[in-house]
């Protein structure tokens, strides 16, 4: 059940990003996924916790964040601007 759990609030959340810096038409579902779950561990890295203890409002808003920041280094690589 955790993998179901990680895939769809990995979806959401890298969708949300992608959304959020301008990078949805680049992206398809699947690496709207792995940008979300992605983003899920490095949330989990800088602000603790884990999607696995208990899904909540907090550990959802923090694996968007943690998506936003993963497209901002991305782009940043990439173009040499935040955008």
């Not at 059940?1 to 680049?26: E, F, H, K, P, Y």
């Not at 579902?29 to 899920?40: K, M, S």
């Not at 884990?50 to 909540?56: D, E, F, H, R």
Request: a positive charge.
């Amino acid at each position: 059940m955790g993998i179901i759990i990680w895939l769809i609030v990995g979806g959401v959340c890298g969708w949300l990003a992608s959304l959020i810096m301008r990078t949805d038409a680049q992206q398809g579902i699947l690496l709207n996924i792995v940008v979300g779950i992605v983003g899920a561990v490095i949330a989990g890295l800088i602000f603790g916790g884990s999607i696995n203890s208990a899904l909540t409002v907090e550990t959802f808003l923090y694996s968007l964040l943690g998506a936003v920041i993963l497209l901002a280094i991305v782009n940043l690589i990439r173009r040499g601007s935040v955008r």
